[in-house]
């Protein structure tokens, strides 16, 4: 079974605009932690935002934010005020308490940001 | 940047042949982690190192291998290369790698073309 699903392959958002992006998770471990990262073209990954399962608070890094809702298993990344340099793939990631040495990857949204 | 290195940045081979791709991690991580991202398997981790021991093994053949040296730099050696293995194969570090938020920084790729 999947452990990391992120449902939209493909999102297109006007610049200055806010955007989603969908991550859903499984998992039976209480601890664990989630995070985002960001690939454009050139090819690099870039870490974005971290999510830990015990937070209270959501996480929020500059323009990034996580929509972390613990009992629907879902931790949506939110990108405030789109920029050009914003298109990318970006990956939902989680690393559980049991295997903390292995960290599963999402399948990847592609966004472009429509100027 | 994130103060991950890898060398080289492309590699074009024949099927059959052997290659070694490297990695430095960033300054004061002792933990490295190896993975491979095609289009058909996504992001896929083969194996980390942890202090120069090897701790978590993922999806990778018997034909690759990897090492951690002294110096807390990287070694994944791919033979008997096949078609197959051509990709983006990525180097990431991170603090100790034992907690869940524990973030892994990801070098730039190493993109490998087997002709």
């Known amino acids: 079974a999947q452990k990391i699903t992120q449902t939209q392959p493909g999102m297109f958002v006007q610049e200055k605009e806010a955007v989603t992006l969908d991550c859903t998770y499984d998992?039976?471990?209480?601890?664990?932690?989630l995070f985002w990262y960001k690939q454009p073209s050139s090819g690099e990954m870039i870490f974005l935002i971290y999510?830990?399962?015990?937070?209270?608070q959501n996480a929020t890094e500059g323009r990034y934010s996580l929509n972390f809702q613990k009992a629907r298993k879902s931790a949506n990344l939110v990108i405030s005020a789109s920029q050009l340099g914003d298109s990318a793939m970006y990956f939902c990631?989680?690393?559980?308490?049991?295997?903390?040495?292995?960290?599963?990857f999402g399948p990847g949204t592609s966004l472009s940001v429509i100027p | 940047d994130s103060g991950v290195t890898q060398t080289p940045k492309h590699l074009i081979t024949a099927t059959g042949q052997r290659v070694t791709l490297r990695c430095s991690p960033r300054?004061?991580?002792?933990?490295v982690y190896w993975y491979q991202q095609s289009l058909d398997q996504g992001l896929q981790f083969l194996i980390q190192?942890?202090?120069?021991?090897?701790?978590a093994k993922g999806n990778i053949l018997e034909r690759f291998s990897a090492q951690q040296f002294p110096d807390l730099h990287s070694e994944l050696n791919l033979s008997s290369l096949e078609l197959g293995d051509s990709a983006l194969y990525f180097c990431?570090?991170?603090?100790?790698?034992?907690?869940?938020?524990?973030?892994?920084?990801f070098g730039p790729g190493t993109r490998l073309t087997v002709l």
């Open positions: 990431a570090s991170s603090v100790e790698g034992g907690h869940s938020t524990d973030t892994q920084y």
């Open positions: 998992t039976s471990d209480p601890s664990y932690g």
């Open positions: 999510q830990g399962s015990y937070d209270q």
């Open positions: 990631a989680m690393r559980e308490k049991t295997s903390y040495d292995k960290v599963i």
């Open positions: 300054s004061g991580d002792l933990s």
């Open positions: 190192y942890y202090n120069g021991e090897e701790r």
